[in-house]
């Protein structure tokens, strides 16, 4: 198991930081990759920040109403057996291909 510090990233535009909206998750909640963890407010928009990866919200470093510099830690992510399960998933197709021929 490994723990992913979860920085702000850009996004775009020259925003140099981002106020803390809504968190989607909670710490010990279970996320897929992609899933939507953080409702984040810039001076244009505001957008949900992704999971980059599948595991468990370990501990949440930013409260609503804070702003944050982009590249600041928002949350740490507890990755594991999750992550590398669509590689073993993906490994179960191949023995599929050699019965073609």
Same mark, same amino acid.
């Given at each position: 198991?490994?723990?992913?510090?979860?920085?702000?990233?850009?996004?775009?535009?020259?925003?140099?930081?981002?106020?803390?909206?809504?968190?989607?998750?909670?710490?010990?909640?279970?996320?897929?990759?992609? $899933?939507?963890?953080?409702?984040?407010?810039?001076?244009?928009?505001?957008?949900?920040?992704?999971?980059?990866?599948a595991g468990?919200? +370990?501990?949440? +470093?930013? $409260?609503?109403?804070?702003?944050?510099?982009?590249? /600041?830690?928002i949350f740490?992510?507890?990755?594991?057996?999750?992550?590398?399960?669509?590689? /073993?998933?993906?490994?179960?197709?191949?023995?599929?291909a050699p019965?073609?021929?």
């Amino acid at each position: 198991m490994a723990l992913l510090e979860f920085k702000l990233p850009d996004i775009g535009e020259g925003i140099a930081e981002g106020e803390i909206v809504k968190w989607l998750v909670k710490a010990g909640d279970a996320v897929k990759e992609h $899933q939507a963890v953080v409702e984040v407010m810039t001076d244009k928009a505001t957008v949900e920040i992704p999971a980059p990866a599948a595991g468990t919200i +370990r501990e949440l +470093r930013a $409260q609503p109403g804070q702003v944050v510099p982009i590249g /600041s830690v928002i949350f740490a992510l507890e990755t594991g057996a999750a992550v590398k399960a669509p590689a /073993s998933h993906g490994a179960h197709a191949a023995p599929a291909a050699p019965a073609k021929p």
